[in-house]
């Protein structure tokens, strides 16, 4: 099968961040605050997503939101009091970092008015996007700028002009929690996907190896997305429509094994929380020693 491989792709500027969801494993703090603001140390989940994007060369990005998300826009938007306020007070470098925020990149939002499922959400963005290479970053998985995962699948696009997934070895007992993927090894970190199938259960999975919240799209997703029936869940599943790209085009899988937290899930949000932190020159040095304490502690008290 041939890739759909023009001599000179157009280049990846877009990016879609899908945060409609309802985010029911982090209740009841996401009752009234999305699950994208949920911070990690002092800045909300989804503001690592846009700033990854924004590393990785993107320029333009649609973030689908629901009802109950307007604090992602709001925290996205000038607020003009709070920076005269701070400027007044002499806190320059503060007033500068609120306004930054909204100048990361061109920042759009649209509502998914319904809630169909992933590839729905995805499939809303059709008139943003138009015809062209863009990339899907699901809202609540931070990726380490150690893994490289956004960077090299804009790399393997800018090689091989197709689609590209970020997929990562799990426990087998996982698999059903993600998209699992059929792939046979390409080049270095890259595997060619030849199956795809939505959250198997463990004993009918193909594989171990599960799609991560990063996606890297020809704009023929958009028809594919069209023509799909809801799925697993009774939902629009992108992994179907995924599925039914493969017939039509090649996709390739940039594999990776570390440096992904799903912020969704309480133990990998504290994980994240950690590893943040210790990173930080403000604030590393000091809580690296009242984390050796506590572990001290709870070594004596074990
Ligand atoms: C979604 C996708 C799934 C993917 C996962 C990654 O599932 O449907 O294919 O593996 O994200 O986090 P969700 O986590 O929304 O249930």
């Not at 970020?166 to 998209?179: C, H, K, T």
């Not at 590893?275 to 000091?286: C, H, I, S, V």
């Amino acid at each position: 099968m041939s890739p759909s491989v023009s001599d000179d792709p157009k280049p990846v500027r877009k990016a879609v961040i899908p945060a409609a969801g309802l985010g029911t494993r982090f209740l009841p703090f996401s009752k009234a605050v999305p699950k994208e603001m949920l911070p990690v140390i002092d800045r909300p989940v989804i503001q690592y997503v846009v700033e990854e994007a924004v590393d990785a060369g993107i320029t333009d990005i649609l973030i689908i939101t629901s009802r109950y998300k307007k604090s992602i826009e709001d925290h996205f938007d000038r607020l003009l009091d709070l920076e005269a306020h701070l400027e007044a007070k002499g806190k320059i470098d503060e007033a500068d970092e609120i306004r930054a925020l909204s100048e990361l990149a061109q920042l759009h939002f649209v509502r998914q008015g319904e809630a169909l499922g992933l590839g729905h959400a995805i499939g809303v963005a059709r008139n943003h996007v138009g015809d062209e290479p863009f990339v899907v970053l699901l809202g609540d998985d931070i990726m380490h700028r150690r893994a490289g995962v956004l960077k090299g699948m804009i790399d393997a696009y800018n090689d091989h002009h197709c689609s590209v997934v970020a997929l990562m070895e799990v426990d087998p007992a996982d698999i059903s929690a993600y998209g699992c993927a059929v792939a046979e090894p390409h080049a270095d970190r890259l595997v060619k996907v030849n199956g795809l199938v939505e959250k198997p259960p463990p004993e009918d999975a193909p594989s171990s190896l599960a799609i991560m919240g990063r996606y890297l799209f020809t704009p023929a997703i958009f028809d594919e997305i069209e023509r799909t029936e809801p799925g697993v869940g009774g939902e629009i599943q992108i992994t179907d429509a995924m599925l039914s790209l493969l017939d039509s085009e090649m996709m390739l899988g940039f594999t990776f094994s570390d440096g992904r937290f799903d912020t969704g899930k309480k133990i990998d949000y504290l994980r994240a929380v950690v590893e943040f932190a210790l990173e930080r020159d403000d604030l590393g040095p000091e809580f690296r020693t009242i984390l050796a304490e506590i572990t001290e502690r709870e070594n004596l008290s074990r």
